[in-house]
Nanobody, 116 residues
Framework: QVQLVESGGGLVQAGGSLRLSCEASGSIFRFNAMGWYRQAPGKQRELVAA???????NYADSVKGRFTISRDNAKNTMYLQMNSLKPEDTAVYYCNRVPDVIATWWGQGTQVTVSS
């Protein structure tokens, strides 16, 4: 049973930075394209960044140029470096497979709050 554990969230002022981590219980990253999703209060969960098995990356327009996704297959860990944070980035951040999520892989997420 795969488990994903997100961490690294917190409270930060606008313009600040955070680095999120997603640690997997097994070696799933080398076999799956993965992504970071976020869900703000009252909104649907959205995909903000993805990395393919070959290492190619894609970003939502809202975070392009500010967020960087990466992964370390040896550590079974994926990262999301978030710079120039904005209040609209406030959300719970999750990791999962892309494009088709696996329901049982959802973790508890990590809260990111950006104050203005």
């Amino acid at each position: 049973q795969v488990q994903l554990v997100e961490s690294g969230g917190g409270l930060v002022q606008a313009g600040g930075s955070l680095r999120l981590s997603c640690e997997a219980s097994g070696s799933i990253f080398r076999f799956n394209a993965m992504g970071w999703y976020r869900q703000a209060p009252g909104k649907q969960r959205e995909l903000v960044a993805a990395v393919t098995k070959s290492g190619s990356t894609n970003y939502a327009d809202s975070v392009k140029g500010r967020f960087t996704i990466s992964r370390d297959n040896a550590k079974n860990t994926m990262y999301l470096q978030m710079n120039s944070l904005k209040p609209e980035d406030t959300a719970v951040y999750y990791c999962n497979r892309v494009p088709d999520v696996i329901a049982t892989w959802w973790g508890q997420g990590t809260q990111v709050t950006v104050s203005s």
